[in-house]
């Protein structure tokens, strides 16, 4: 090329083979939409949500199974558990909307929701446990759930769906205070309830069994503590977890549990594990009865939903 000052053309400028020279601009989709989506990276659910609406374009980039991805495993904190039957996109509106399974169901029986956090499980065996226990842990030699119980307050759930699972806990009418306060009419089937430990595995909400009432939750065994207790407990390990660093902390119940004065219920969350605790006033310690309730995708299909409830004797 020749050389020449600024100001100057070179002398074959005005040649009609000479065509201007035009800034090159890199294609929408090439480096932007690179940049846009390392951008997602960095935004909550809602400002994603926001900025899929505002063009077509936007929306191509923001609507991308990686993205949404990404930001259902930060959010949740939890790990990849490799493949899923349904979006994540779809995934996470169906954990973040605040829905449980009482606004689908059995509306009447529920006062409030508290949301817990999310954990995996990587093995097929839960460990379900209703008492305040210290490791080492007692493992169940016996195959009958209600023996189970029977003989050390814990149990093994087999045939889990492996996955993240969504943990909260369900307050219902054992504070006649409360209910009024709520105006909530109590039913002789729920004024006694006080805590239940709900936990689900994250396409539930999603699968047709459930929204169709094909999948509904049975009754997996029960026990009686006919003694004054302290507080109602619940827990739920993926087995695999139980003897492990990370599952640590939730037998130190002593670092997460209220005060004795305090009766508002306490939860902890692990990577492979969820517990929550309810303190009990004076009167109301006359003995707990706990029921284990499991949920399966059809007949003899993989556990998808546990409840562990606590009633007042």
Known sequence: MDEFTVGELPSDANHPSRKPVVPHRRPA???????????????????????????????????????????????????????????????????????????????????????????????????????????????????????????????????????????????????AQYATKKNVKVSNDNARTMQMLDARHIELFLSQGYQDGSWDYELVGSHEIKKTVRGAYGAIFDFKYLTSKSTAGIFDYKSWIGQPNDFQPKAIIALHAVAVNTNLQENQEAGVLIKYHAMRAGADGEVVSIRISQQLL
Not at 105 to 129: N, P, T, Y
Request: contains cysteine; proline residues 2%; neutral net charge.
């Open 29 to 175: 989709s090439g480096y932007e939409q690179d940049l846009w989506t390392y951008i997602a990276r960095f935004l909550d659910g809602r400002s994603l949500v926001m900025l899929a609406a505002s063009n077509k374009w936007f929306n191509n980039v923001i609507m991308q199974e990686c993205i949404w991805k990404f930001t259902c495993l930060r959010d949740l904190q939890v790990h990849d558990p490799g493949h899923v039957a349904f979006s994540w996109s779809k995934l996470y509106g169906s954990v973040v909307d605040g829905s449980h399974s009482y606004i689908f169901r059995q509306q009447e029986k529920h006062i409030d929701w508290m949301r817990i956090g999310a954990f995996s499980f990587d093995s097929e065996v839960a460990f379900l446990c209703e008492r305040m226990v210290n490791l080492p842990v007692k493992i169940p030699k016996q195959e009958n759930i209600d023996d189970m119980l029977q003989s050390c307050g814990s149990c093994l759930l087999r045939k889990i769906k492996t996955g993240i699972w969504i943990a909260g806990t369900i307050y219902n009418l054992f504070d």
